[in-house]
């Protein structure tokens, strides 16, 4: 199956710094590349969506400033969280989905942010 | 608004047992139904998936049920074991559109010993 390999797995900062997460697919491209949050016991929250070599369209409520999202490659997009603060304390997942695939959708294996 | 409702919350089944999850929609669009099983700390994985035009599908342990005219469709885990117990997912897609998958709130299975 498709594998989609998401970097770091968990990253602890300190406040007012910026985090940069990685998201590759690593043997098809990604047309379109989802960007989740969630928190303990809760289902997963869209941040945003991003096409290669579009910018990113983010949901209601996400702050684009905050969440900076780069796609620029079809095989990578990332997520960077700048200034970050312990409310930003999360579970980060990506998903990409295949052209070939429009109906499968591969998840990363999310990156854990503690800000301190 | 969530569009895909899922339940139970949380589910506590004996090893041999059936896990039973359901999933209701509104949205007659929706052309996919995949299941997602998450462990703790890691991403969710597809387990399986089914389409409108079957009204069941099974893998190994796994099934699901399909109802259009209700517009619900349910997860089976039969002989639960341990190693099932995990947060799983029901979401919902329109295929043409390129949308958004649309996820249900999750049910955390535990399967005792």
């Known amino acids: 199956g498709a594998v989609v390999s998401q970097h770091p797995s968990w990253v602890i900062c300190k406040s007012g710094t910026s985090v940069k997460i990685e998201c590759r697919s690593l043997?098809?491209?990604?047309?379109?590349m989802f960007w989740y949050r969630q928190f303990p016991k809760q289902s997963l929250m869209l941040m945003a969506t991003s096409n290669e070599g579009s910018k990113a369209t983010y949901e209601q409520g996400v702050e684009k400033d905050k969440f900076l999202i780069n796609h620029a490659s079809l095989t990578l997009s990332t997520l960077t969280v700048t200034s970050a603060h312990p409310e930003d304390s999360s579970f980060y997942i990506c998903?990409?989905?295949?052209?070939?695939?429009?109906?499968?959708?591969?998840f990363g294996s999310g990156t854990q942010l503690s800000v301190l | 608004q969530q569009q895909v409702k899922q339940s139970p919350q949380s589910l506590i089944v004996q090893k041999g047992g059936i896990s039973i999850i359901n999933c209701a929609y509104e949205n007659t669009a929706f052309d996919y139904f995949p299941w997602y099983q998450q462990f703790p700390g890691k991403g969710p994985a597809l387990l399986i998936a089914?389409?409108?035009?079957?009204s069941e599908k099974k893998e190994g342990r796994f099934t699901i049920s399909f109802n259009k005219s209700a517009k619900q469709f349910s997860l089976h885990i039969m002989d639960s074991q341990p190693g099932d117990s995990a947060t799983y997912f029901c979401a919902a897609y329109t295929t043409d559109s390129w949308g958004k998958f649309q996820f249900g709130a999750g049910t955390q299975v535990v399967v005792t010993p």
């Open positions: 089914i389409r409108p035009d079957v």
């Open positions: 998903s990409a989905r295949a052209r070939s695939t429009n109906e499968k959708l591969f």
């Open positions: 043997d098809f491209q990604a047309t379109t």
